[in-house]
């Protein structure tokens, strides 16, 4: 049987599918290299570290969260719109969700947030201001993401209905 061609692609996709099955925690060197059936210095030859792997993850992950997003229908209400598919990504792509946080200063980190600063234009806030209330948007649905995966909501009440009542505290905060 030919080895395998090992590119960077390959291996992004490898620790992205081992996050998405098994957690983010999973994503090692030594599990990586278990799922292409390679030996880890292997890895070396296209990486540096885990580190430079998980940068790797993040971009990648971040692009498909920005898909997801851009493709939302804003209507009338554009930050209701943003935080459902905000929220369903991460609530349905947990690894993938996970992978995309690691802060990043690449294109698609600034184009996440021209996102949301899109959906805010009608509030007609300063530059602080509106970094201030990104800043709350994404901690907020984060909280919400974590919390539900968490399974720390536990009483009767509909989660969509809620998600829509802390959207709207949020706004008619702004």
């Known amino acids: ?31 990586i290299a278990r799922s292409l059936s390679i030996k880890p210095p292997s890895l070396y030859n296209h990486f540096k570290n885990l580190e ?26 554009p930050l209701l719109s943003l935080a459902k598919a905000y929220v369903h990504f991460g609530s349905s792509r947990p690894g993938l969700y996970t992978s995309s946080l690691p802060g990043g200063t690449n294109e698609v980190s600034e184009a996440l947030v021209q996102l949301i600063a899109d959906s805010l234009t009608s509030y007609s806030l300063g530059e602080s201001k509106k970094i201030h209330a990104i800043r709350g948007f994404r901690s907020m649905l984060h909280g919400f993401i974590d919390l539900n995966k968490h399974e720390g909501f536990k009483l009767d009440v509909d989660l969509e209905k809620s998600l829509e009542e802390m959207v709207g505290i949020f706004e008619r905060g702004l």
């Open 1 to 31: 049987m030919p080895r395998m061609q090992l590119t960077k692609t390959i291996i992004i996709n490898t620790a992205l599918s081992l996050a998405e099955k098994q957690g983010y925690e999973a994503v090692t060197m030594a599990n």
């Open 52 to 77: 430079e792997i998980k940068h790797a993850m993040a971009e990648t992950a971040q692009k498909q969260l920005y898909e997801a997003l851009k493709s939302t229908e804003k209507g009338a209400q």
